[in-house]
C-alpha cells in the first residue's frame, strides 16, 4: 500500500513510527513481536535505509557486521570480518524486514508535515493534506539529517562550498585545491578520497580527530576488542590503554600507523581514548601519509571570499577552490511542537524518553557510542519502548526519570568533557547497552555461562558485545537463535589490548581498587535501580 488514502477512514492506531531507517525498522519489528500490531510506519522517501539508501557513493561501515547486525537475523557465514557498503546494509535490513513482517506496515512516500499532540494521543498531519490519529508516537527520524556548520561559512562568497551531508564523490574535486573541516568519520571518508583526486587537501582540525583506530588488523574486524575484557574494565584505565595504543602504532614501520599514532596523540581528553568518539577506519592517516593532505588547525580568519584562509597556526592557506564541511550534525524534529523539535537528547530517559510525555512518545536512535555500533542500542531501545507499549513493562514517575536523566548526563558529561558538550547525543556503548539491560530484564548470564558454557562466555567476553548477548534471556529471549549465532561470532586475538585488559584485571583482583573507583565513574543508575 502506497497511497495516504486508505488511511483516512482509519480510526486511531496504537502507534506510529516515523522514518524507515534502521531505527524505524527494528522499532515496527519489536512493536510487532511484542503483540502491538496496530502499528504502522511512514517513511517519506520510497525505500528503507535511511540515510544509507543516500550518502556518498564509497560509503562502508565503520562497525563490522558481526556488530552492526541486528540480535536475530544473521549476517550470512563468512561476513563476520566483513564491513558492509551501503548497498549491502540495505539489503541485509530489506531481508530483516521481510522475514519480520515490517515491509507490509511500511508506507513510503508519506512525509510527517506536523504532530499535533492531544489528550490521549496525537494527530499528524502530512504533506498531502490527509490525517492520522496515533495513541503512541515513534520518532525514528534520525540525528544526521540537519547540518551543523561553523559561522564562518556565510563569508565564503568566492568559493565553492558544501557539507559532507551533500558530497557524492571526488570527480568534480580532481585537480582543485581543498580544505576539509572537522576531524570524525565522514571527513576521514571524504579527505582520502579527495587527497587522492585533489591538486593539494588540508584538513583543519580544532582539537582531535576524535580516536583513530582502523577497520582490520591483520585482517580481522578490529571492533572484535570492543568488547567486555577490556570495556569491562574502570574508564581511569583509559590514558594507559590510550598510550599503549599509540605505542603499538607508532612501533609499526608504515607511515599510515604512525599518522595515526600522532593523530591521537593530540587526544588530551579526561580518559582519553574512553572520553572521545571512535573514527573506525585509517582513512586519514592514509591520506596524510600516503596522499600529501596536510593537517592544519582551526580556521580563524576568513580573506577575498573564502579564497584565502588562515588557521589558529598562523599560517595562511592560499589559492582555496573548494571547502567541505564534515563538521556533524544536530539532532532536530521539525514536525514535533516547537518546545520538543530540538530536544537535547540529554534530557531524555535513556536518551529516548521525555519524562513530561511518558511512553505516548518515544525518539529511537538518538544516542551516538564512543565506540560499538548504533544499530545495537537502536535495537535495545525498540525493544524497551515495544514492553512499555505492550504493558509488559511500566516507567518510573516522571520525577524518577528526569532524576535519572539527569545523573546520566552528568556521567557522560564527566566522562567525554568537551566531546558531550558538542555532540549531545555521545554515550559510553557499554554502560549504555548494560543499562538498558537491566531495564529490560536481559542482562547476559555472565556468571552462569563461566561454569556451565564455558565457550560460550569466552565469545561474550572476548567477543564484540553486539546484540544477540541481550537475547539469552528475560523478555523477548530466544535463547536456542543466541547462542547458536554466539558461537559463529569470532573473538579478538590475544593482542596488544586483550593482554593489557588481562594485566589490568589481575592488577584490579589483586589489590585494593579503593582508590581506582574514586577517580572514576558513578555505575549506570538504570542499573542500580533495576537491581
Ligand atoms: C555517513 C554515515 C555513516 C554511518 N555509519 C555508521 C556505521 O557504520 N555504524 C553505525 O553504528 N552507525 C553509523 N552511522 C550512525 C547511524 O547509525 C546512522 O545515522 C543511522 O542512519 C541512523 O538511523 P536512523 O534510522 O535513526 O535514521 P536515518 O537513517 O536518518 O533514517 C531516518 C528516516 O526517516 C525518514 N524521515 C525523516 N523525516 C521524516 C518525516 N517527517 N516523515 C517521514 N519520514 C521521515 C528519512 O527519510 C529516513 O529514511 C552513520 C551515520 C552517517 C551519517
Ligand atoms: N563510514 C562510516 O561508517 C561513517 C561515515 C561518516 C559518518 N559516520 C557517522 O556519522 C555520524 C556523524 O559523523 P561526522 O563525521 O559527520 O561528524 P562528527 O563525528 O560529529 O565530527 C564532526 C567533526 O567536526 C568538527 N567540528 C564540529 N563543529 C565544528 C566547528 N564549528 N568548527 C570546526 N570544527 C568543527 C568536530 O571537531 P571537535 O571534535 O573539535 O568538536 C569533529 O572533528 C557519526 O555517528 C559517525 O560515526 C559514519
Not at 274 to 299: M, Q, Y
Request: glycine fraction near 8%; charged fraction near 25%; hydrophobic fraction near 40%.
Amino acid at each position: 500500500m502506497n497511497s495516504t488514502q486508505s488511511f483516512s477512514n482509519r480510526s486511531e492506531l496504537s502507534c506510529v513510527v516515523i522514518g524507515a531507517g534502521p531505527g524505524g525498522i527494528v522499532a515496527t519489528k519489536e512493536l510487532l513481536e511484542q503483540g502491538v500490531t496496530d502499528v504502522i510506519c511512514l517513511e517519506k522517501s520510497d525505500r528503507l535505509g535511511g540515510i544509507f539508501s543516500g550518502a556518498y557513493d564509497s560509503l562502508t561501515l565503520t562497525s563490522s557486521c558481526a556488530y552492526s547486525m541486528y540480535s536475530d537475523h544473521w549476517i550470512g557465514d563468512g561476513n563476520e570480518h566483513h564491513f558492509w557498503t551501503k548497498a549491502e546494509v540495505v539489503d541485509y535490513w530489506t531481508a530483516y524486514a521481510r522475514t519480520f513482517g515490517v515491509v507490509e506496515r511500511i508506507r513510503f512516500g508519506v512525509e510527517v508535515e506536523v504532530a499535533e499532540q492531544h489528550s490521549h494521543g496525537w494527530t499528524l498531519r502530512l504533506t498531502d493534506g490527509s490525517e492520522l490519529q496515533t495513541r503512541r508516537l515513534v520518532v525514528a527520524t534520525g540525528g544526521n539529517r540537519f547540518v551543523n556548520l561553523p559561522d564562518w561559512h556565510t563569508q565564503l562568497t568566492k568559493v565553492r562550498w558544501l557539507h559532507s551531508k551533500d558530497y557524492v564523490n571526488a570527480t568534480d574535486l580532481e585537480g582543485k585545491r581543498v580544505l576539509i573541516v572537522g576531524g570524525g568519520e565522514s571527513s576521514a571518508d571524504i579527505t582520502l578520497e579527495i587527497s587522492r583526486a585533489a591538486a593539494r587537501s588540508w584538513v583543519s582540525l580544532r582539537r582531535t580527530a576524535g580516536w583513530v583506530v582502523p577497520r582490520h588488523r591483520s585482517g580481522r574486524a578490529a571492533d572484535l576488542s570492543t568488547n567486555r575484557a577490556l570495556w569491562g574494565l574502570p574508564r581511569s584505565y583509559g590514558p594507559e590503554l590510550s598510550q599503549r595504543i599509540i605505542n603499538f602504532d607508532d612501533s609499526h614501520d608504515s607511515g599510515v600507523n604512525k599518522a595515526a599514532a600522532e593523530l591521537n596523540r593530540s587526544c588530551s581528553d579526561l580518559f582519553g581514548v574512553w572520553s572521545t568518539f571512535g573514527t573506525k577506519n585509517h582513512s586519514l592517516p592514509e591520506a596524510i601519509a600516503n596522499h600529501g593532505c596536510r593537517v592544519v588547525g582551526d580556521i580563524i580568519e576568513v580573506a577575498d571570499g573564502g579564497r584565502r584562509l588562515r588557521e589558529s597556526g598562523g599560517e595562511w592557506i592560499d589559492d582555496v577552490d573548494v571547502v567541505l564541511f564534515c563538521t556533524g550534525y544536530k539532532a532536530r524534529a521539525p514536525f514535533l511542537p516547537p518546545e520538543l523539535c530540538a530536544t537535547d537528547p540529554r534530557s531524555l530517559y535513556k536518551h529516548m524518553l521525555h519524562p513530561e510525555h511518558g511512553s505516548s512518545l518515544a525518539w529511537i536512535g538518538l544516542a551516538r557510542p564512543g565506540f560499538g555500533s548504533q544499530f545495537p542500542i537502536m535495537e535495545m531501545q525498540a525493544r524497551y519502548f515495544a514492553l512499555l507499549a505492550s504493558g509488559a513493562k511500566s516507567l518510573p514517575d516522571k520525577d524518577t526519570m528526569a532524576e535519572m536523566a539527569a545523573r546520566d548526563a552528568s556521567r557522560f558529561l564527566s566522562q567525554f568533557g568537551h566531546n558531550a558538550r558538542r555532540i549531545r547525543n555521545l554515550v559510553d556503548y557499554h554502560r549504555f547497552m548494560d543499562g538498558m539491560a537491566a531495564l529490560i530484564g536481559c542482562e547476559p548470564p555472565l556468571v552462569s555461562s563461566f561454569f556451565l558454557r564455558p565457550r560460550l562466555w569466552l565469545r561474550m567476553v572476548y567477543g564484540p558485545t553486539q546484540a544477540t548477548q541481550f537475547r539469552l534471556r528475560g523478555p523477548g529471549k530466544k535463547p536456542r537463535l543466541a547462542r547458536e549465532i554466539i558461537m559463529k561470532i569470532p573473538i579478538s586475538r590475544f593482542n596488544h589490548m586483550m593482554r593489557a585488559s588481562l594485566q589490568w584485571r589481575f592488577r584490579e583482583m589483586f589489590r585494593s581498587t579503593n582508590a581506582r573507583k574514586a577517580a572514576d565513574l558513578p555505575a549506570d543508575p538504570a542499573m542500580a535501580a533495576a537491581r
